[in-house]
């Protein structure tokens, strides 16, 4: 999303969630520092300091601990996080680890917005894993009493894949793992249906969502959209679109695509996801608020106004090395968004090429391979929780096909009515039982 904090739009009402960390006052009980290593395969001895936050008041020897997985940004309290609701029934520990290279936990040299390619190679998925599987280790030899203690390990989105990936490859270190709506069934670059038949996926399962909603609203960005993609094909967008009102204006039609693809209707996807009230990123109910403010628009760049985020430049290295998501791309019969897919050079790189994985241009059928991600290998695997939301527009590449078993220890996969993306991370502090019954 680099060449959209440049076009910086104005017209919407623009939120930075920067990987800068939080204030110290943000953690109780406070936060602190864990001395990591940079490179866990190697004996080169070069370490960095790795922010975390750890609550043992609930704690009887023996209880489990309660890990929370890092994700892509500053490390959220403990008491933001459904294990501190767990840890006075389970007398736990409730302990919180920040990711490599985001936040405050940058290796020397670097920060989230000045770090070199060569200076990212230490930001690999096993070095992530083995930075928590290191983590938990510690606690277990620091803490008295903890020693024997199982550890369950949960995140949301991209942290439920990890903990995902924390319970298959190190199985003997997470007793279990419980990841809220993570993405597990469509990854690589390719746009082609034969090499991922979720190509489709993600924006008809957004679609129905708004015309659930609002068929009005849904109308209407449906005519925005379909404006937008009228002046691309044209090539008259500059004069078409001069209400956006952009700081930087683009210059090319392959970058009004890029408008198209990576700032709206990615800001229409994250308005479904996030579509409930305990999350600092939007306001609350912004699907609401989304539908309110389209069917007051009168016009084509009213109804495009939306908002923006941007998390720094850790993450798109991440989903270029090793992390991609599968390219965007919109079926001919889609009800609501138009016709269009974007090749692999503009999806998941854009103009840091280097940043490319050897993998980057995988069918999706070996990254899924590769992550141990089939449908029968998450059988294989025992207690793994899965959760998605039928908001959120993840479930559709997130819900492997598991088989029902009477064994309580088999994994699951579970969609919730109602739900949106990891809404069920929320404790009881956040979001009180009943307000939203589907949580609860």
Known sequence: MRLFQALCLLTGDTTAVLAQGLPPGAYTPPAANFTQKLNHGSNDGITFQQLYQLDTSNFKPGGPILFHQGEEGPMKPIASKVFSDY?????????TLEHRFFGTSYPHGTSWDNTTTAQYSPLTLDNVLQDSVAFVKWLKKTIPGAGSSKVIISGGSYGGFLATQARIRHPDKFYGALALSPPLTSFGASATIEDNPYKFAVQDWMANVFWDANAEAALKIKNALSGLWDCIQASTCPTAMSEFD????????????MLLQSVIMNQYRLMTQYNFGSDDTYPANPLALVVNATLKARTTGQVLRIKNDRTGTSWGYISCAWFVQSAVATSPDNSLFP??????SVTGCGQITEWA???????????????NLTDKALD???????????????AAIGMPHLTSSSNRNHSCAILVTGMAHRENQSPEAVLPRGVRPQVD
């Open 87 to 95: 840890a006075p029934k389970l007398g736990g520990i409730v302990a």
């Open 246 to 257: 952009l700081c930087t204006p683009p210059t090319s039609s392959i970058d009004w695509l």
């Open 339 to 344: 016709p269009f897919s974007i090749n692999s």
């Open 357 to 371: 994985g050897y993998s980057y241009n995988q069918t999706n059928a070996e990254w899924v391979d590769n992550f």
């Open 380 to 394: 294989r695997v025992s207690r793994l929780l899965i959760t998605h939301g039928s908001y959120d527009s993840t």
